[in-house]
């Protein structure tokens, strides 16, 4: 292979590997990190359509045992739920919600969620406004209710996609900057191999930005339920600006080594042993 091509074929495999390094950070700093999934989450949850559909399947939970005062004053409860759910005293739930989906995706655990009793007095106070004999038979103070909000069967564990995300994009990283240090360092002409190294940086910040949008599929083909594949859709595109960022960074350190390498090839062919050519 000549030397252009075995650089060509370095440039390749290091902006892959860079590529998977970048995902892998991606995935430790959004999916998997616990604080930054649940304000994205919770920030999803508090939109309109999404506080509609969780006071549905709450109140339909809540109320499985009681179908006629589900069929009296189900739909007065979920519009109860739904107003409660929109203030601001009960972000504290949405935040709850979004912890509970976020242990169903990263780990094994299957919990239920369990109803607050701030839910369960606007689930009565509904009921009770639309058929308060009925109401009367229902006994929700001091208890907790066991809702399965989303279909656990129906959520996968990406627990080890993502410590194979996390092991393989440091092991790719490192991989990959260690293959660019040795071909600097390697070069005969090292401003000339600056630039060489750039365009690797630069090749695995645009192939990042390129699959932004289409990893919104690979988070959420997996699951079947279908509230919960809406709010990690929604998580998606909180955090796609996350790896956006890192791509630009990426870009950017590209860029400014591919400068670094313009500026530095002149002072090499103006030094002292440099070659001259005669008038």
Request: hydrophobic share 55%; proline share 5%.
């Amino acid at each position: 292979m000549s030397r252009n091509g075995a650089w060509r074929a370095l440039i390749v495999r290091s902006a892959v590997l860079l590529t998977l390094a970048n995902l892998g950070l991606w995935v430790d700093r959004g999916f998997a990190d616990e604080a930054r999934f649940v304000e994205a989450a919770t920030d999803v949850l508090e939109q309109r359509s999404m506080r509609e559909a969780l006071a549905e399947a709450i109140v339909r939970e809540a109320l499985a045992d009681f179908p006629a005062l589900y069929r009296l004053g189900g739909g007065a409860a979920e519009r109860a739920v739904a107003d409660l759910l929109a203030t601001p005293a009960m972000r504290a739930t949405l935040q709850v919600i979004a912890m509970h989906l976020h242990v169903l995706l990263v780990s094994d655990e299957r919990p239920a969620f369990v109803i607050t009793s701030r839910l369960l007095q606007a689930i009565a106070l509904a009921i009770a406004l639309v058929a308060p004999l009925q109401a009367a038979t229902l006994t929700l103070d001091g208890r907790t209710i066991q809702v399965e909000l989303f279909a656990r069967d129906d959520i996968p564990s990406y627990e080890r996609y993502i410590d194979v995300a996390r092991l393989g994009g440091l092991t790719a990283g490192l991989l990959a900057l260690a293959l660019l240090a040795l071909a600097v360092l390697a070069a005969a002409d090292r401003p000339r191999a600056l630039p060489r190294v750039a365009y690797a940086l630069m090749a695995a910040a645009v192939l990042s930005l390129l699959i932004v949008a289409p990893l919104r599929r690979v988070v959420t083909f997996r699951i079947d339920d279908t509230a919960a594949r809406t709010i990690v859709t929604g998580v998606h595109g909180e955090l796609a600006p996350l790896l956006v960022g890192q791509s630009v960074a990426l870009l950017i350190a590209g860029i400014l080594l591919w400068l670094a390498g313009m500026l530095t090839r002149p002072r090499a062919a103006e030094s002292p042993g440099a070659p001259t050519t005669a008038p």
